[in-house]
T-cell receptor
């Protein structure tokens, strides 16, 4: 079974530029998550989708971050404009559903460096 | 707000030694996970603990859960170099409309020869 796919794996941009990340979850998984992991810290949930609807985006900095999952499968996370403190690894995860009874499976992540 | 704390944050141990990593959380939880993360890699699930008194073992790692104390432990027996990695505990809290996974700060384990 294929795992969670993410691209690109690495991205270097200058502050104030825009960047987008892509995630393809495990087939059949209704719930998709985006996490931000700053160096030396645990992952922090940014947004959770159930199919194509947002369930939780309480920790998403909405002035600069946006995410969508238009067809309930793939998702993109965008940062515009980027700040130095956005340097982190962005992890995508998916699960069968969002009830908590099903394990989340994580992708390899996208490492973002903002200069 | 659910808070999850781990200690120690960094652990350097010799091969063959035993040690325990502690994970405390601030409110009642529905389940707890332990993950391993190698440098530059994603998260690998090690254990899921569902109820009070749960104990799971895999190789040299054993995890336990005390829901009354809001404490989980990850015990390492006779450490080997291959166990060097960062270990995270993560607590699930169901909110009714969704479930949220909150991670601890992580424990970076370095096993020396």
């Amino acid at each position: 079974e294929a795992g969670v796919a993410q691209s690109p794996r690495y991205k270097i941009i200058e502050k104030r530029q825009s960047v987008a990340f892509w995630c393809n979850p495990i087939s059949g998984h209704a719930t998709l998550y985006w996490y931000q992991q700053i160096l030396g810290q645990g992952p922090k949930l940014l947004i959770q989708f159930q199919n194509n609807g947002v369930v939780d985006d309480s920790q998403l900095p909405k002035d600069r971050f946006s995410a969508e999952r238009l067809k309930g499968v793939d998702s993109t996370l965008k940062i515009q404009p980027a700040k130095l403190e956005d340097s982190a690894v962005y992890l995508c995860a998916s699960s069968l559903d969002g009830t908590g009874d099903n394990e989340q499976f994580f992708g390899p992540g996208t490492r973002l460096t903002v200069l | 707000e659910l808070k999850v704390e781990q200690n120690p944050l960094f652990l350097s141990m010799q091969e063959g030694k035993n040690y325990t990593i502690y994970c405390n959380y601030s409110t009642t939880s529905d389940r707890l996970y332990w993950y391993r993360q190698d440098p530059g890699k994603s998260l690998e699930s090690l254990f899921v603990l569902l109820s009070n008194g749960a104990v799971k073992q895999e190789g040299r790692l054993m995890a336990s859960l005390d829901t009354k104390a809001r404490l989980s432990t990850l015990h390492i027996t006779a450490a080997v170099h291959d166990l060097s990695a960062t270990y995270f505990c993560a607590v699930v809290k169901n909110t009714g409309t969704a479930s949220k996974l909150t991670f601890g700060t992580g424990t970076r384990l370095q096993v020396t020869l």
